[in-house]
Every structure is written in C-alpha cells, then in structure tokens.
C-alpha cells in the first residue's frame, strides 16, 4: 500500500521543492519577532486524477471526491484498506494548497512571553528526528464530516464543505510529544496556550487575508496525548498531510492538527484566531447567542461501507461491513438495522474498542422483499453516548452525529 509520492512524481517533486522561494511566516493577530523559514517551497502541481488545486497525490475516482481545494475519500471504498487508512487514500483538507517543503531546510521556530527569556529557539528537522519517540493510532477527522446531512437528512441548510462521511481516517503516526520539545524550549510555569502555525499559504476568503491557518491549543492538552509527527503509517509523512511535521491532537476535531507545522506561540494570556472566533464555534438558534465556546472534542458516528443507493439481490445473503468511532469514549456497541429502525440487533465487531479510534463491524442480511430499504447503524459508547435520531443544527454544519439514513434498494 503506498503511502508516498511514486518514484517519478517523487523526483520530480524533489525537483520543485529545490527552488529558490522561501516562506515567510505572516498574518499574527499579534506582534512576533522575524521568524523567517528556511525551508523552501512552492505551490504543489495535480499531478493525476481529477482536478484538485494544489493537491499533490492522484485523486483517482474510485477513492476520492473533489471538494474545491478539498479530497474527500469515499466511505465505501475503505473496506479493503484494514484498521489504518493508507495515505494515498486519505482525505485531504486544505485550505489553500499543498506546499512542497524540504525537511533538510526545515525548521520550528518557538516564540513567546510563554518562554523562559522570551526568546524564540529553534529545532530542526534532525533535532525532532533525535529526540525520544512515540507513536499514537489516531483517527484525524474534519469537524464538518458529515455536513451535507444535515441538509440532505434533516432539512436543514449549512454553510460550508459538502462533506459526505469520508472526511475521516485512521494512521499510525510517528513523531515526538509536544511537551518533550515545549520542556526543551524553556516553557514558563505560567503559559497557559499555544498556537501552532502552518506553513501554507494565508487564507483569503472574501477579499479578507486572514493569515496562515492557525488555531489556539491549551497547554493542557498539550502535555497530555499531543505529538509533533513526522512518519505516517511507517514512512514520512506525505506531502499532502504535512510534511515534514504536523501536529497529531488525538480526539480533537481536525483543523487542530495544524499541517506543515512552521511556528508556535507560547503565551501566558488566552489566545485566539479567525480559527476559533469566526469558525469552529456553535452558531445558532440551539447555541448560546455569540455562539458557542471553539468546540474541540470530535463527536461519534458509525457509516456501512456502502454506497448510498446501491443495489442488492433480493433472495441471497449479504455480509454488510462498516465502521463505528468516538472520540468521547471508546466504542462498546454497534447496533444495526435493516427495516428503516423498525428492529435492531447488535453488529459484530472486528477490532478491540479503544479510546480516539474506530473498531470495523459486519452482520449478515438476506432480504426477501424487493424495493427500497433505509439502512441504519447507531454507536454506543463505553461513557454511554448513542447515536441520536437528529443531530443538533447549527449553521456552520459541525459535529454531525446522528444516525445515518442509508437508502439502498433490493432487487
């Protein structure tokens, strides 16, 4: 299963990634020393399948649709890819595109009034490379998966990308804790947050820069499961998922796992971006006025593996595959149903539940009667939370979790 560019994009990526540009770092909400990067870059070519601006990897149609700047992979495709999701099947989110960097020029720069003498200090790509490292499963899920849902389900209009289910997917990730390198760099007692900068291009949206994508991480958590990660699935992390170094936030919605890691602010005071202000907050009528708090913590969902629509032979038994996560507790149950929830019974699962991954399921079906079905499929987790019927609106389509109205027809 390849993970990586194939010899020859390799090398001519390699090429592109030799030029002359260097990326300066930008668009703070406030001041910061000259934090200049070294490592070179330019904006990555399509270089196979259909279009996709400033994505690096083939998008074949069999695996992928193309959102905008975006990849979503398709749900039903993942059942011949095992626990982990290959690389090259893994969606991609970008909010403008891929940069091409080189680890060799690489570096982290740390800054802030959150560090003993308030000087930045600086790691290279070897130094990471040197220090102890770990390595965490996790699932990397965008905050809006499942946002065409709620329009397509529930009726009810949301702004944003029209994520289907595929904006999700599982990897072994190599790398480095967070707190080893935030310990090395001096941080003071009294830091209180971070905020982890990417080394894409800034976002501009409306005739408003709004900067590289940044997004303010408690210290807290910092010191608990975070990772600075380099390889993924055993190899370096591909271009379109961070290279050389992104942030792994395990259970946390995605847009926390900044990709191609340039920076971190290390404050004593709470910090904010247009990441946690203007997106990635609750808004509606359901949701505090203002909006709710930046949601952090992802939700919990289960799919089949299955194209919606698809076609089944009446009269012959069918082995229906999916998979179940949460990022509140582990998952303790699957149940199914084949009647459009007139009847349940409890799938079996394929993985041992564990805290911030998925588990895959199958039960058998051998339907009788032709016509069209709804499918269901509704997770129960080890802290108690299930599924519900209808998932709480709010207008930037965020956190969907109820259960998933599959329609399929039997012939």
């Not at 069999?62 to 495709?77: I, K, L, P, Q, S």
């Not at 996790?138 to 849902?149: D, K, Q, T, V, Y």
């Not at 191609?260 to 509606?284: M, N």
């Amino acid at each position: 299963m390849p993970h990586s560019p194939a010899p020859a994009r390799r090398a001519l990526l390699k090429l592109l990634a030799a030029g002359p540009a260097a990326t300066a770092l930008g668009g703070l909400a406030t001041a910061s020393p000259a934090l200049a990067s070294p490592a070179r870059t330019t904006t990555a070519p399509t270089l196979a399948g259909p279009a996709a601006p400033g994505i690096v990897k083939a998008l074949p149609t069999e695996y992928f649709t193309v959102r905008g700047t975006n990849a979503e992979a398709r749900f039903d495709a993942f059942g011949d890819t095992g626990f982990l999701t290959p690389g090259d099947r893994f969606f991609v989110r970008n909010h403008t595109s891929t940069p091409v960097l080189d680890a060799a020029d690489w570096r982290l720069t740390l800054w802030g009034d959150g560090l003993h003498g308030r000087a930045p200090v600086h790691f290279t790509y070897g130094q990471l490379r040197d220090l102890p490292s770990v390595t965490r499963t996790a699932l990397i899920e965008c905050a809006g998966n499942g946002r065409s849902l709620y329009a397509t389900q529930q009726g009810e209009a949301v702004a944003g990308t029209a994520w289907t289910l595929g904006a999700v997917g599982a990897a072994r990730w190599r790398g480095v804790r967070l707190s080893d390198v935030l310990r090395r760099a001096g941080i003071a007692r009294d830091a209180v947050a971070l905020q982890p900068r990417g080394l894409d291009d800034p976002y501009v949206s409306g005739g408003v820069d709004y900067g590289r994508v940044r997004r303010p991480l408690p210290v807290a958590k910092a010191f608990d499961d975070v990772i600075l990660a380099y390889e993924m699935n055993g190899e370096p992390l591909p271009y379109d998922h961070g290279h050389p170094v992104r942030l792994v936030v395990p259970s946390w919605v995605g847009i926390a796992s900044i990709k191609w890691l340039g920076d971190i602010e290390v404050s004593t005071r709470p910090l904010v971006s247009p990441w946690s202000t203007d997106w990635y907050r609750l808004f509606g009528a359901a949701h505090p006025e203002g909006g709710s708090e930046p949601i952090t913590r992802q939700t919990l969902k289960s799919a089949y593996q299955l194209p919606f629509g698809a076609t089944l032979e009446a009269g012959r038994a069918h082995r229906l595959t999916g998979r179940a996560w949460s990022a509140l507790a582990p998952v303790r149950s699957v149940e199914v149903s084949t009647d459009g929830g007139a009847h349940w019974r409890h799938a079996r699962l394929h993985d041992t539940p564990r805290g911030g991954g998925w588990v895959r399921w199958s039960v058998p079906w051998h339907p009788r009667r032709t016509g069209p079905v709804t499918l269901l499929s509704r997770t129960t987790d080890t802290a108690g939370n299930t599924q519900p019927e209808r998932a709480v609106h709010n207008t930037q389509g965020y956190l969907f979790n109820a259960v998933v109205r599959h329609p399929v027809t039997v012939v």
